[in-house]
């Protein structure tokens, strides 16, 4: 048994449950949420948010992992009220998403590691809420320079910690596969690894050449908005992938984040939250199309407990 940290502490990996590979509590780009206060009504949002993750909790769903980064205004006071009042692990991240700040574009990496380091040991901010995944992001536009850095310095991060990188990639242009050469290079674990919004990707074989690297896939962005593959696509990438053995590396989710309600817009009519959409929609036709109960519980349950405990 290991201890994998939360926003509201560490908790044995063996209550995580049942965890989603790939969520968001808030997003607010840009951190407007931060400069432009006056434009959220934050409270509501709070309100809506609890909402759909009570929900979620009632629906089977025990852990997230919420890969929120600073430049995606990450929040964690408010993901922490969160957690509390729904009953719900989040797992919270250090690292940065694809908005780069200038601050980071010349900052040797291991100096950009110390800062994700000590949002994994000692916390982010002031609050004591240690992060328990590093979030890297490289989307259409490749493995720039300055995300190289970054990507530098989640590794050695990971190296010092044991703490496990959890990335953003663009699948249709297969951006995992440098992701991959860059871990490999700083010498990470690679079973320390997930390489995430692989279900962007219909291409089998590209996803097994990433997996026969050693890392995990997050098979996430369910149910898939046009012109990205819809779940049924999605389904059918993974059902190739399980068919062909890699259940044992592969987690699913959403990448789901309710919007911010802004100041004097109604509140979103209360449907069926998305953060249910694998339990309700997806994993059922995977049941239906032959995968069985055991393969269910390895993607929702021990890979993402693995990759998150060590
Ligand atoms: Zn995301």
């Known amino acids: ?38 434009r959220f009504d934050l409270e509501r949002t709070k309100h809506n948010a609890i909402r759909e993750l ?23 006071r408010y993901v922490r009220d969160v957690a509390q009042a729904t009953g719900v692990n989040i797992v919270v991240a250090t690292g940065i998403w694809r908005d780069i700040p200038r601050s980071f574009w010349q900052r040797d990496p291991d100096e950009t590691a110390e800062i994700f380091v000590r949002e994994i040991e000692v916390g982010i901010e002031d609050t004591g809420i240690k992060a328990g995944a590093i979030k890297v992001a490289n989307d259409a536009e490749g493995v ?17 910690t044991g703490c496990p990188i959890s990335t953003h990639q663009w699948a249709p242009k297969e951006v995992g596969r440098r992701q991959v050469e860059i871990f490999k290079e700083e010498g990470v674990p690679m079973d320390r690894v997930c390489i995430g ?30 012109p990205r593959p819809e779940w049924q696509a999605r389904n059918r990438t993974l059902k190739a992938l399980i068919d062909r053995g890699w259940a044992e590396r592969l987690m699913v989710g959403h990448d789901y984040a309710p919007m911010p309600i802004l100041q004097g817009q109604p509140d979103p009519e209360p449907t069926t939250t998305r953060y249910l959409f694998l339990n309700t929609v997806a994993l059922p036709a995977l049941r239906e199309d032959g995968v069985s109960e055991n393969v269910i519980h390895t993607m929702t349950h021990e890979v993402p407990r693995r990759f998150l405990a060590g």
């Open 1 to 38: 048994m290991a201890n994998v940290e939360t926003v509201l502490g560490p908790i044995p990996d063996t209550e995580l449950g049942s965890i989603l590979s790939h969520e968001h509590v808030l997003v607010s780009m840009g951190n407007d949420i931060r400069h432009y206060p006056w």
């Open 54 to 76: 009570s929900e979620a909790k009632q629906g089977g769903i025990d852990t997230i992992i919420d890969l929120t980064t600073p430049d995606l205004g990450r929040a964690v």
């Open 144 to 160: 720039t320079p300055e995300a190289e850095l970054v990507l530098r310095a989640a590794a050695r991060a990971c190296k010092r």
């Open 197 to 226: 919004h692989s279900a962007d990707s219909t291409d089998p074989d590209y996803l097994e050449e990433l997996l026969n690297a050693g890392v995990y896939l997050s098979m996430d962005r369910y149910p898939g908005v046009p």
